[in-house]
DNA sequence: TTTCATTGCGTCATGATGACACAATGTAAA
DNA sequence: TTTACATTGTGTCATCATGACGCAATGAAA
């Protein structure tokens, strides 16, 4: 049983290698089909689905455990990553959860299991860029796939609660951080732009305006080119304008939205 | 020696009564004399100063930890608490540090001393109203007095980075926390409240155009009674009305600054 | 009584914003 | 091939928000 075989070697080297009580969780958001999407790996056991995850090094700084876990479940190696919310509450991770997993993997249960501790959880959000990722499963689990953000599944444990936090917090980070950068392609169209900013926001946005205002703060080049095979008129391209725009993101752009 | 049994006490109850590996680091901000402050305790053996914190009951929630800590060092028993982030730097704490207070303190240094673990640390930071608070030394120091944001003495360890992290923050977050409203006493004057905002945002502001913009949220309450012995022209008390400060503190109040 | 820093209230030019019009483009239907 | 239509590029205009600044009233100190 390969399954069983990860979850003993974890369970065996865990107590030794990792922090006790501690762990990160990674909400992994990218941007396709004009939608926000999240990552999530389906439960071994149940029908739910959960955030991926992982423990921290006993040497490791904890922001390098939230690396590592990134690279292993999706094989980019730069990735921006920003920790958001520690979850601490002494019942977010019952017992009982556990041992009814562990005992449908016919693992003996013995007093004092590491894993089995209350853990306290940093949760991280990460961006990527949609097309750049392949989704590589962890050890336990069989499916990792993105989720529509509108039609995200029952989570596991208190992880609806983390994602929750994770949006609401880039949704307050959106003026501060690269995130239109991180989450977009190199080369975008302004509708693109503009439908991104409307998911995080949750809010319409005129487009003659939005095309106005971000113009305004000089962070795009536009491109000679536009985007083929699309329906209708062709959009132009835009990059950001990376100088100017990490100028402008440390200033904070000036939203009244 | 009061304070050796204090320690004494502390290594012995930590072990079994503490989640290992987690602390708690609380930044209290007060606003007094048009000044931001924060309070610091002294290190018993050193010159330099350090941020009140504490452990993690093993079955208390973090927040309740950090509010815990609050109350036995400020006396106070409501207090806006803010989780900002995590410093989880391995080195942040190197064993050294405390080896050499302990050995001052006359404490014997057993293998695998609980507080000798490496420790990550919640940041939280606290708004009080500076004239409520009695601070209350820990039992291991003497001193716990406020210090001007900008004057802060040499701090311990990593504290700086903690402190400046939490006045980012601070900054950050001016336009969607109800910062004001839980540094400022009931009554306070408008001269007050634009001090508030200039030493967060570490930037001078019209007086007239200032007055404008925050009565135009319609926040404030003007009461009939002036500020009485001051020098120069008495300015009007104001207070918040809470209900319309919180409505407009969710929805972002809309700051070009 | 005078001085002067401070407060309360206001003006004005400029720039930013929201609402909307219209022509150009490119695919799909007629 | 022509027409229809959704979408994009560009511009207008009234209104509101902002930054810069003037001036009189107040009240403690000189």
Redesign the interface.
Known sequence: MEINESISALLNAGEHNF????SVDCVIFGFHDNQLKVLLLKHRHRKKWALPGGF?G??????AAAYRVLMERTGLNEIFLQ?F??F???VRSPRDFHIQDLKKDGIDIVENLWILQ?F?T?GYYALVEFSKVSPIPDTLSETFIWWDIHKVPLLVLDHRKILDKALATLR?QLH?QPIGYNLLPEKFTMPELQKLYETILDKKLDRRNFQRKILGFQILNRLEETKKGVPHKSPFLYSFDLKKYNEAINEGL?F?W
């Open positions: 922090l006790p009580s501690l921290i006993v040497d490791e700084p904890i922001d920790q919310h520690v601490g509450d002494p209350r306290v940093i307050l501060n000036n009244g």
